[in-house]
């Protein structure tokens, strides 16, 4: 078979792979063996630019910097929704409709109001030409490249379409997706970000597209609008799209009268907090696209569709005073703290009021009476002000200027939404949450010292960084509040133990900025030792697999400084792990490399520690359940039914504990 084929059959089985585990959601092919085509591909268009393809499966990992959006006319215009907040709104609505319908029977299409950024699609000859934002509606900005990267978007189509139409759909970031996100972040340093939505529609608007291709997003698709559709409703027009490869979710349903309607918010009202993504209401459409015609549109609306917006809880309540908390990398983050009150079936005390930007826009002052509602977030927000109740003589808030711990003046960087106090080794939360963070499970995991302690220990002069934990010593810390003999002991005990943590723990311990557990595994594998990596220069780490320019130069800072450098050479003289050590098993082999397992019920020849350990001395992983991930699921009797029939669903194969002893011996 000839080169083109070749690449050509390799870009239909991605396709098709994506297809079914983005849309349909049922993979049919493991992660690792995805990988291994994709690259497969990569490199047959590497030797054979001739045939490059810019909706090739390849494309989808971006890589292209676009420094300015360009602006484009949307060919159709990207109109508003009315919405209604109540079912006698809707019903009014049906009125004004049937003064133009007449007394016709009405189909409403019912379709969930996916809350994240809408995007018009144009698609040529079944390929995706051009995404742009909706902007103002007339104009929008071209995000083509970032949108290539959402794998759910088809960029060929499937089946018989049109040549020409546009696809209008909503961005979203599923909430698995953002808690994800938001943990990565806490776990070097950064501030989590606030909501789904704006994360999502964020997210369109990055330089880097390979940023946008590792974000957890998502496309709802809603709307098909062009010339000659080969369908006469909207119903049938998301039928029809999800036959052509693009992701329609299921809910939604065909109401044959207004009261179909009021059962479907009904059951939506409730149940959206059982979906994978954020909701925020019900849209209605008249289902006829002859019915729509004779409706028209009004300056920002159609007349033929309507949101009705759930109502999320909302209480109002007197803000007391606002204060500024001091994060471990030294960003400052405004709290709101409230008169308490009842909300969502918790007591509400404080709020976020996110940064600078936000009390501004708010115009928030201390005694106003505000708005308090809850997403979908954790984290209570401000909504608006209730100016009608502000009192008098009130002044609009000044952000503070200075660092409400330490007193330096405060910075913000260009283009970042909060200031930060710069003063990283003299303010004190920032010097006790870096020791916290070293002292934490999953960097160095000292047992018999917390939290609190560290603060006490910090507050009574015995530590000032993570090195002084070493030279502690139990007469000095008896003296403490409730400090008794026993646990002076193990507090002792403990930071001697954590010597052995080894080396990748250790970096990522000692608190570079943006180097989170992943990034510390990777740096300590390549450069083996601390004295490598101090010596490496900013292009060597930037080759480094995965380490780009903001990691590398964070790391880059990190040894520049003196007091770093200092603080790291006692940690090494009092024998902390910088070095990596190779445990060497005489029965280790990589057999079972780039392969996930998952071990289920009861064994006779070993115990279940004894199976893991057998898989990953042998260079497999143990997976902890059942997923897309999973190679195999070893079974020993009474596997859960749970197991067995997600492993049957996913087309996972199921082996005995003597199938893998076979795979082990083998060869
Ligand atoms: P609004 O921004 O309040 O004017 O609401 C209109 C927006 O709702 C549209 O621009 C879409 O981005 C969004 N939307 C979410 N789900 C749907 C849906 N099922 N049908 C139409 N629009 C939707
Ligand atoms: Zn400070």
Redesign the pocket.
């Given at each position: 078979m000839d080169i083109q084929n070749t690449i050509q059959k390799i870009r239909e089985e991605l396709n098709l792979h994506n297809h079914n585990y983005y849309v349909l959601d049922t993979p049919t092919i493991s992660d690792f063996e995805f990988d291994l085509k994709l690259k497969q591909l990569q490199d047959l268009e590497n030797k054979y630019p001739e045939y490059f393809d810019e909706n090739s499966p390849s494309q989808r990992v971006g890589g292209t910097i676009t420094k300015n959006f360009q602006t484009v006319a949307h060919e159709h215009r990207?109109y508003?929704?009315d919405?209604s907040y109540s079912k006698e709104e809707l019903m009014d609505w049906e009125k004004r409709i049937q003064k133009v319908l007449g007394d016709v029977p009405l189909e409403y299409t019912c379709?969930?109001?996916?809350d994240g950024a809408?995007i018009s699609i144009t698609y040529e000859n079944g390929k995706l030409k051009r995404a742009v934002t909706?902007g103002d509606g007339f104009q929008g900005d071209d995000v083509t490249n970032n949108i290539k990267t959402i794998k759910s978007i088809p960029l060929k189509l499937k089946g018989n379409f049109p040549d020409k139409f546009d696809v209008r759909g909503?961005i979203i970031l599923p909430f698995a997706g953002f808690e994800k996100m938001n943990q990565d972040l806490i776990e070097i340093g950064e501030l989590p970000y606030s909501n789904p939505r704006n994360t999502a529609s964020g997210s369109l608007k990055l330089q880097d597209s390979a940023e946008v291709a590792k974000r957890p997003l998502d496309c709802l698709l809603?709307?098909l609008i062009g010339n000659n559709l080969p369908f006469k409703s909207q119903f049938e027009g998301l039928e029809t799209a999800r036959n052509w490869g693009f992701k329609v979710p299921k809910e939604a349903k065909l109401a044959n009268n207004l009261a179909e309607v009021f059962e479907f918010i009904d059951y939506w009202d409730i149940h959206r907090h059982d979906l994978p993504y954020e909701t925020d209401g019900v849209?209605v459409k008249v289902n006829s696209f002859h019915f729509q015609d004779e409706l028209g549109f009004t300056a920002k609306s159609p007349r033929w569709a309507i949101?009705y917006k759930f109502k999320s809880e909302q209480v109002s309540t007197r803000l007391n005073s606002i204060s500024y908390q001091v994060g471990r990398t030294g960003s400052i983050t405004p709290v709101a703290n409230l008169e308490p009150v009842q909300l969502a079936g918790t007591i509400v005390k404080r709020a976020s009021l996110h940064n600078a930007d936000q009390i501004e826009k708010l115009d928030i002052r201390v005694g106003d009476t505000v708005f308090v509602e809850k997403g979908g977030e954790i984290i209570p927000k401000i909504i608006a002000v209730d100016l009608s109740k502000r009192p008098e003589n009130t002044e609009p808030t000044k952000y503070i200027t200075h660092c409400p711990e330490c007193n330096t003046a405060l910075v913000r960087t260009e283009g970042e939404a909060n200031h930060y106090c710069p003063n990283f080794y003299g303010c004190p939360p920032q010097i006790i949450g870096r020791i916290q963070h070293y002292i934490s499970r999953k960097a160095m995991d000292i047992e018999g010292l917390g939290g609190e302690t560290v603060a006490l220990l910090f507050n009574n002069g015995l530590v000032h960084n993570y090195a002084d934990l070493y030279e502690l010593t139990v007469d000095q810390i008896l003296p403490l509040e409730r400090m008794a003999q026993k646990s002076a002991e193990n507090l002792v005990k403990g930071v001697e133990n954590s010597k052995n943590i080894p080396f990748e723990r250790v970096l990522f311990a000692i608190g570079i900025r943006y180097v989170g557990e992943t990034v510390a595994k990777k740096l300590a594998k390549h450069y083996k030792s601390i004295d490598a990596l101090r010596q490496a220069t900013l292009m060597d780490l930037i080759l480094v697999d995965e380490i780009g320019e903001r990691i590398a130069q964070s790391v880059i800072d990190f040894f520049e400084n003196q007091e770093n450098r200092i603080i790291i050479d006692r940690l090494k003289s009092f024998g902390v792990q910088f070095e990596i050590v190779e445990h060497i098993n005489p029965n280790a082999t990589d057999k079972l490399s780039g392969k996930t397992f998952v071990v289920s019920g009861v064994f006779e020849k070993f115990s279940r520690d004894d199976l893991k350990k057998a898989i990953e001395d042998n260079g497999g992983k143990v997976g902890s359940s059942i997923s897309a991930k999973t190679d195999y699921v070893v079974a020993g009797d009474n596997m859960g039914p749970a197991k067995l029939d997600k492993a049957t669903k996913l087309n996972i194969p199921i082996i005995s504990e003597d199938d893998f002893m076979n795979l082990i011996n083998e060869g």
């Open positions: 990207m508003s929704l919405n379709e969930l109001k996916y809408s909706r909503e809603y709307f849209v949101a």
